[in-house]
């Protein structure tokens, strides 16, 4: 890897500055031009390194973002896959309810239908009776008879009411199911259009940080790179935000945040280990 130099290059081509210009609304658009004038050699070399650093940091974040919600997308399209199965399987338990009850109804009818049958052979029976007991003991089993009726036709009016809130819940649940297949459809499009979007941007800020990464030497790029993959939020470069680290929001003491302006060496968090930047110059850098 090259020493960087005063005369190194850090400013992207014309071109990916025009690429940059488009994506304006979707991504943090990074410019490594140096302020000028070039005094002390080290001092510009340092802060040069801290220029390439918080730029490619700027377009590994940008990458990041892009890479979490592609990944947050296919999970809700999952949500709601699951909560569809779910509703079907409702909807199928309530009609295998209304099955079986439409079936009991049905034992019932025929039981009301057998009744009504035996009651009339009880009466012409009593037609034919030879004494009394014989006629009180038909009517004892008439009446017997209307009982189970009634009761059968009061069994048959609870089915029909269960029959009637199953036939709701269905309703009900068939118009869930209609809008979370149409919320479906729509993530499932949303999703493909994303990938399709962010591969290009990504491949776009890809290249863009390969470049950067050309700027910085190895054994710091080195550093960046490990200390990315530690860091929960993908940041190796934080700005000093009220006096205190950008990353790990540990203060930093007054004598440390001058050694951080005055861009002799690369200062890292003493707590995260983090790199620190100066707001002066992350402002320079960002738009
Ligand atoms: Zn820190």
Do not use: W
Request: glycine content about 2%; overall charge negative; proline content about 2%.
């Amino acid at each position: 890897m090259a020493k960087s130099t005063p005369k190194a290059k850090a400013t992207p081509s014309k071109k990916a500055v025009e690429s940059e210009k488009k994506e304006e609304q979707s991504s943090v658009s990074v410019n490594v031009s140096i302020a000028q004038p070039e005094t002390d050699e080290s001092e510009i070399s340092i802060e040069k390194k801290l220029v390439a650093l918080y730029s490619l940091q700027q377009i590994d974040s940008q990458i990041d973002k892009i890479r979490i919600i592609r990944g947050e997308l296919p999970l809700e399209v999952e949500d709601l896959e699951d909560e569809i199965v779910g509703l079907e399987t409702r909807i199928d338990n309530h009609i295998q309810d209304i099955e079986a009850l439409k079936a009991s109804v049905k034992t019932k009818e025929e039981q009301i239908k057998d009744s009504q049958l035996q009651i009339r052979r009880y009466e012409e029976q009593q037609m034919n009776v030879r004494n009394n007991r014989e006629y009180d003991s038909l009517t004892k089993e008439i009446e017997f008879q209307n009982l189970e009726i009634a009761l059968a036709e009061k069994r048959i009016k609870e089915f029909s009411q269960q029959l009637a809130i199953k036939n709701e819940e269905i309703e009900a649940a068939q118009a869930v199911l209609e809008d979370r297949k149409n919320d479906l459809e729509i993530k499932k499009s949303e999703l493909a259009d994303i990938v399709n979007e962010t591969e290009k941007e990504e491949s776009v800020l890809q290249t863009k940080s390969e470049e950067y990464q050309k700027f910085i030497e190895e054994r710091l790029l080195t550093a960046y790179k490990r200390i990315r993959k530690g860091a929960r939020n993908g940041l190796a470069v934080v700005n000093v935000e009220r006096d205190a680290c950008g990353g790990c929001f540990s203060a930093i003491p007054p004598q440390r945040q001058l050694d951080i302006r005055m861009h002799k060496k690369i200062i890292v968090c003493e707590y995260c280990g983090r790199i620190l930047i100066d707001n002066e110059l992350a402002s320079s850098i960002e738009h």
